[in-house]
């Protein structure tokens, strides 16, 4: 799961953003990035691993601005590394987002725009998205109607946050299947993935339902659906403390991870099972799938519930792939001199659960 923030105001942004990704390192990530307005151009830097080694890559250097957004991410199209870190952006840079999700139907998109000259950096879903709203305004409809054009041809899920060299005043955000908040505070507004990330500043906050989009200046926000119909959204007050918010209102962690696994499967599956067409696309294994399919004999080594999903897997993998598979506990693995031979694979996961 990623993280998202966004502020606009009259403070220096950069340190409000990378304050709101520290209050969201919970959900796991491999990579982090900020995009900021700097006079004319909007300035985008991101790194591997942890928000400290942004910080570093971004010392010394000259960052005032008013209005910005940051992301962590969990590669899922694209391995993880700086090209396919977000923010993302078009051709010229004028279009920047962040995005959480997984957009299904990206690469017969990706198809159309390079036919029509698109070149694209990243190996990501997202990069996608700023390359088709950079399609629909070049044909001269305002920022907003390429905005709400480029959404409504998107299958899957998005929540997101975008600056604009065209708007530069102005943040526009989108929800279809992944979280958003805004955060109204006294002249300054904030979007995050998560309200623990922005409660440090306001605790008056909007909650985006699926299907709207919300554009946010410093002199207010508006939010209508992708039709362009006007919504009346409520104004909450949120009253839980950081943990409380952390655990989504349940009594412990526990109770909240049982509870969310039916849409922690379906998330897991979009953009990975395409059931039009028969296929599973694992964009994270592109690089050595070639490896993968050569495997004469798996080893899945792991600990805790994940060893059980291991073991799940041992199963699937034996009855459907006809390949031998191996599961161990990771304590004992470790001691062991199993004989692996260059056919074999060995998948290792996380006791958290994640593939890293």
């Not at 959900?27 to 942890?50: C, F, M, P, T, W």
């Amino acid at each position: 799961m990623c993280g998202i923030v966004g502020y606009i105001g009259s403070r220096e942004a950069y340190p409000i953003l990378i304050n709101g990704l520290k209050r969201l390192e919970y959900r796991g990530y491999d990579s982090a990035g900020v995009a900021l307005v700097q006079n004319e151009s909007i300035n985008v830097l991101k790194e591997v691993g942890k928000i400290a080694a942004l910080e570093a890559l971004v010392n010394g250097t000259s960052l005032q601005s008013h209005v910005g957004i940051a992301h962590t991410r969990w590669a899922t199209h694209g391995e993880p590394n700086r090209v396919n870190a977000h923010p993302h952006s078009d051709s010229n840079g004028d279009i920047v987002l962040a995005h959480n999700g997984i957009i299904e139907n990206y690469d017969s998109l990706r198809k159309v725009l390079i036919a029509k000259g698109h070149e694209f950096r990243t190996e990501t879903d997202t990069e996608t998205i700023a390359h088709l709203i950079e399609e629909f305004y070049k044909t001269g409809t305002s920022f907003e109607e390429a905005f709400r054009a480029a959404l409504s041809e998107l299958d899957g899920t998005y929540g997101l946050a975008l600056i604009t060299r065209h708007e530069p005043g102005k943040i526009y955000a989108a929800r279809k299947g992944s979280p958003l908040v805004i955060g109204i505070g006294d002249g300054e507004y904030f979007v995050a993935s998560d309200a623990s990330a922005i409660i440090a500043h306001t605790r008056d906050v909007v909650y985006m339902e699926d299907g709207e989009i919300t554009i946010i200046s410093p002199e207010g926000h508006i939010t209508k659906t992708i039709q362009n119909e006007v919504i009346e959204k409520q104004v909450e007050r949120v009253t839980f403390d950081l943990e409380r918010i952390e655990k989504a209102g349940y009594d412990h962690f526990m109770l909240k991870e049982i509870y969310e696994q039916p849409r922690t499967v379906a998330d897991c599956m979009r953009g990975r099972l395409i059931a039009e067409e028969g296929v599973t696309r694992l964009g994270g294994l592109d690089n050595i799938l070639h490896n993968v399919l050569r495997a004469r004999k798996i080893f899945i080594t792991a600990c805790g519930t994940s060893y059980h999903a291991g073991l799940i897997g041992e199963y699937m993998l034996e009855e459907y792939c006809r390949v031998p598979v191996e599961v161990e506990y990771a304590s004992e693995f470790r001691y062991r001199d199993p004989i692996i031979q260059d056919d074999h694979l060995v998948v290792a996961i996380s006791q958290s659960g994640e593939t890293a």
